[in-house]
């Protein structure tokens, strides 16, 4: 009798063809199917392979509130662009939490226990379950950011979440989830005009500028409504910032200390006069500036409208008028009192959801999808894949530079941010936007193997992303010309930049895409690598000369 062979692994190669009959994974396949209604366009494959659904959590942890958002995202690939981008054309809510209040046991600490029952409780309400979970960002900000186990929750609530929930933190990430979820972004685009997003959470204020829908710079300084809170007249919570506003507005409190209506709007209002400042002031003063988590902004020009986000930004915006013991219900009023006589240098727009902001734009705004031209040499080896740093090389490949300027600019990059090509597994990121002719791609082909040539050597893997549509012919120059038998993956659509960290999922099928879930990792003030300026603690200023810092025109666009 013959003997019974095993059966093989199932992979993405069992597909090339066309072959999707119905069947079951066994948990070690190399890849995932799309599920979604296309409605009458249900068997055309066409259809199916330009269009993917995805189902997105947003899990914000701030200094004031948590809350959890899960939606549903509908991405297609366009269809007036030779490359091969897919965008999002749709997101519907599936479920949002209420927003419950941060727990922490400590100054020092965030409960875990009790941040993981109300991130539970959000799954159950909504009946989805982790593994249900396709994409997604959990994101600490503000003061949950400060605390010394933010890191260590951070990871914990993104591996319990879903296989392909991130954790990120960080006040660029923030603000631009900000600008997206409030609708400013949206709005913007609308009224192809520039729009300002400030989003007052707990701890911090998050600035946006968006141009016709594109953000342009995003800023974040040390102002938010939660920094003091009380209870039955009682100091219970006060921040090292809050603190320090309470002794310049001339009313010094403890933890314990009596406190009253009168003693919050006084620090309300100094606050307030700073964020004023902030704003609309070019020649800012020390107090204000010292502020700033980020680069000081200047371009505040040509505003059509102003947009307020967040826990307080909801009382600014008129959502909210409960007062739940801290700074923010004062902060509010007295910030809408200005920007309703226009303080801020433009009108007050109407926010879609203020409180929500940053979920909503966490469960939305964080993921984009590959082109279907990918090359991909071994998708079980090289996905999934978690945390991969972007290094985008300072060299423009529409000038058709020589294949030794773009292996210098590679090389250079990895010396900026002190990384080793051998011994560190990164991104190399490249904006192709010209005439895909063989002789440039394959001058980016020699660039990358002579700068990667110990990398090759040592037989470990290449991860390149390109937002052209010229990954499959890149591969396979580098596969059959240049002979690297390395393992490769190399994906098109994808736009990235310097500070970006990505996470890959497995290649989704009918599409031949893989989700790229883009996060920011700051847990620390003293962030590696070549970083623009990123911090998450404000240290008071000593002095009150005055001074001003401004970004140069170039840096506009690497925030």
């Known amino acids: 009798m013959p003997k019974e062979k095993k059966p093989t692994r199932h992979t993405v190669d069992d597909h090339m063809f066309g072959d999707f009959y119905a069947h079951d994974h066994d948990g070690d396949a190399d890849h995932d199917h799309d599920d979604i209604d296309p409605g009458p366009l249900e068997d055309n494959p066409i259809w199916l392979r330009d269009n993917v659904a995805l189902t997105s959590v947003g899990i914000d942890i701030g200094s004031s509130g948590t809350q959890v958002i899960f939606s549903t995202i509908h991405l297609q690939r366009k269809a007036d662009s030779h490359a091969s981008r897919y965008v999002i054309v749709d997101r519907q809510t599936a479920y949002a939490s209420e927003v419950k209040f941060t727990p922490f046991l400590s100054e020092n600490e965030i409960d875990a226990a009790a941040l993981g029952q109300i991130i539970d ?130 009313v010094s409190l403890n933890l314990g200390d009596p406190i009253s209506a009168d003693q919050m709007r006084t620090v309300a209002t100094h606050m307030a006069d700073l964020l004023t400042k902030a704003i609309t002031s070019r020649d800012l003063p020390k107090d204000v500036s010292a502020l700033f988590l980020t680069e000081i902004p200047t371009d505040f020009a040509d505003l059509t409208g102003v947009v307020f986000s967040g826990g307080v930004g909801a009382y600014v915006s008129g959502q909210e008028d409960r007062d739940f013991g801290d700074l923010g219900f004062h902060l509010g009023a007295l910030l809408r009192t200005r920007a309703l006589a226009g303080d801020f240098g433009a009108p007050m727009l109407a926010s879609g959801s203020a409180i929500r902001a940053t979920a909503l734009g966490a469960s939305e705004y964080s993921v984009q999808l590959s082109g279907q031209t990918s090359t991909i040499t071994a998708p079980g080896r090289c996905l999934p894949r978690r945390s991969l740093q972007v290094l985008k090389p300072a060299i423009d490949l529409a000038d058709s530079p020589e294949s030794t300027e773009i292996a210098d600019a590679i090389q250079a990059h990895f010396e900026a941010f002190d990384l080793d090509p051998v011994q560190h597994e990164v991104v190399l990121a490249f904006e192709f936007q010209t005439v895909p002719e063989y002789a440039r791609i394959r001058a980016l082909a020699d660039g990358i193997q002579a700068a990667l040539s110990g990398r090759i050597a040592a037989g470990q893997g290449l991860y390149v992303m390109i937002d052209g549509d010229i990954a499959q012919t890149l591969g396979g120059i580098l596969r059959e010309d240049l002979g690297v038998e390395n393992d490769l993956l190399i994906l098109d659509g994808i736009s990235l930049r310097d500070f970006d960290y990505i996470d890959l999922g497995k290649i989704r099928l009918p599409s031949f895409t893989v989700p790229v879930t883009v996060k920011s990792l700051l847990f620390s003030d003293d962030p590696r690598g070549a970083r623009r300026q990123d911090r998450i603690q404000f240290s008071p200023p000593t002095g009150s000369d005055h001074h001003h810092h401004s970004l140069p025109k170039s840096d506009y666009n690497d925030i």
Do not use: C
Request: hydrophobic share 50%.
């Open 121 to 250: 409780a959000a799954y159950a309400d909504a009946a989805i379950l982790p593994r249900d979970i396709d994409t997604g960002v959990v994101i600490l900000t503000g003061e949950a950011l400060r605390r010394d186990n933010a890191e260590a929750i951070a990871g914990v609530v993104a591996a319990r979440g879903g296989d392909f929930l991130t954790a990120t933190a960080g006040n660029h990430m923030e603000a631009m989830l900000a600008a997206f979820g409030s609708g400013a972004a949206k709005e913007s685009f609308d009224r192809q005009a520039r729009i300002l997003n400030v989003d007052i959470g707990g701890g911090t204020t998050k600035l946006a500028l968006v141009d016709r829908g594109a953000i342009v710079w995003t800023a974040a300084l040390h102002i938010g409504g939660r920094l003091i809170a009380s209870e039955a007249n009682r100091v219970t919570r006060i921040e090292a910032t809050g603190a320090y506003f309470s002794r310049e507005a001339g």
